[in-house]
């Protein structure tokens, strides 16, 4: 039986204030959960026995799969307070079923991918890998720790960021999926907080342990914070992503009990959730509108997720922004780029504008 464990128990702290109330892995993206997206491609790949690690806010992932497929055996490993990704490993580990050498599935809970994960499995026994771990490559590695291998694909180190270009040694980075031997996770402490990236893996290196990488060019991206995470969404709409659980490539997701007045365009792969009222002329460009969201006469909104019960307001411009739920924002505001807006807050109209003609003075002077 093949068994996975996914990480899901992180508090989402760059994703504010969506991540306020429902765990990063719970948020919608292509019109499912992030986590049932994973869940299909797990399923895909033959996995029948999932565990998954939670922390923040666990309760609501058991009421998420409360009364999921049959196919699927799913497991909740609680940590009190985080453990860290290795400690959270270790601690699922003990909700697994299979020998000492079986090969279990690790993936962190907020990767977008588009790798083979069959591929990854069968490299990891061909090769008789303690872990081996998907890698993927990146334009500008100066963001991320890097994982150089040798010609077998043999993991050489775990180096922290670079911070000149010589110490750019690589370009593969770790693409947070694992196959773990279990007798190789059972052995990671699971009473404090460990990092599998800083702790673990290096650790198994320096030992000799036989650790391998996995290199692919597929799409890979990790949707952490509110920018990718717009992106990832609108890639899976649009195709550039796969999932089982998306339909065509298509421009937009639209819920068949949300209004789009037929003025309005809604591009790029967005999303508008159920019950959502989209006025004349506004534009959704490559964004997130949640449930009974509510975007009145000519407001553009550019790469931004509005979370449910939100309001803008007409003639309003959103770019990069987060707006929490039950939030309004009145007409003709214009919001910095990336301003996040925590849940319930209100803008009155010509309450904040980045350009263009300000409104009269309302005070006497
Ligand atoms: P930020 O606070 O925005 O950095 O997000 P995060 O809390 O999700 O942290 P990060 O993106 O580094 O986590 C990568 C993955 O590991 C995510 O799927 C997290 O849910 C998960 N994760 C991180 N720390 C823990 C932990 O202590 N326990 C468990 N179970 N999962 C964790």
Redesign the pocket.
């Known amino acids: 039986m093949q068994e996975a464990i996914i990480?899901?128990?992180?508090?989402?702290?760059?994703?504010r204030p969506l991540t306020n109330h429902t765990p990063?892995?719970l948020l919608g993206v292509a019109g499912s959960s992030f986590i049932r997206h994973q869940v299909a491609k797990l399923m895909a790949a033959g996995v029948e026995h999932l565990v998954f690690?939670?922390?923040y806010l666990a309760d609501l992932f058991e009421d998420e799969f409360r009364s999921f497929s049959r196919d699927l055996e799913i497991s909740y490993a609680v940590?009190e307070v985080?453990?860290?990704?290795g400690?959270?490993i270790r601690n699922a580990g003990r909700l697994l079923r299979g020998p000492s050498d079986a090969p279990v599935l690790v993936l962190?809970?907020?990767i977008l991918s588009g790798v083979d994960l069959r591929a990854v499995l069968e490299q990891h026994e061909a090769r008789r890998a303690d872990v081996t771990l998907h890698l993927t490559r990146v334009a500008d590695p100066r963001a991320f720790g890097l994982v150089p291998t040798d010609g077998s694909g043999r993991v050489l180190a775990f180096l922290e960021k670079p911070k000149t270009a010589e110490e750019c040694v690589t370009d593969q980075i770790n693409a947070?999926c694992y196959v773990f031997r279990r007798s190789v996770l059972d052995a990671i402490p699971a009473d404090r907080?460990v990092s599998v990236e800083q702790e673990t893996f290096p650790g198994l290196v320096a030992r000799g342990g036989r650790v391998f990488g996995h290199t692919t060019a597929d799409y890979w991206r990790?949707l952490?914070t509110p920018l990718a995470f717009v992106h990832g969404s609108a890639d899976l709409v649009t195709g550039r992503a796969a999932s089982p659980l998306v339909g065509p490539p298509a421009e937009a997701l639209i819920h068949p009990t949300a209004t789009v007045d037929p003025t309005a365009r809604v591009t790029g792969g967005s999303t508008i959730g159920p019950g959502a009222v989209i006025g004349p002329h506004v534009v959704v460009d490559r964004s997130i509108v949640g449930e009974r969201v509510t975007v009145a006469e000519g407001a553009r909104i550019h790469e931004s997720v509005v979370d449910h019960d939100a309001s803008i307001g007409s003639e309003t411009i959103l770019r990069e922004a987060v707006v929490g739920c039950h939030s309004h924002v009145g007409a003709e505001n214009e919001l910095p780029a990336q301003l996040r807006l925590s849940c319930g807050i209100r803008i009155p109209a010509q309450g904040v504008r980045v350009s263009g003609t300000a409104a009269a003075c309302p005070t006497a002077h």
Do not use: C, F, I, W
């Open positions: 990480l899901v128990g992180g508090k989402g702290t760059r994703l990063k892995p690690a939670t922390s940590e985080p453990l860290g990704t400690g959270a962190n809970g907020d947070g907080e990790d952490g």
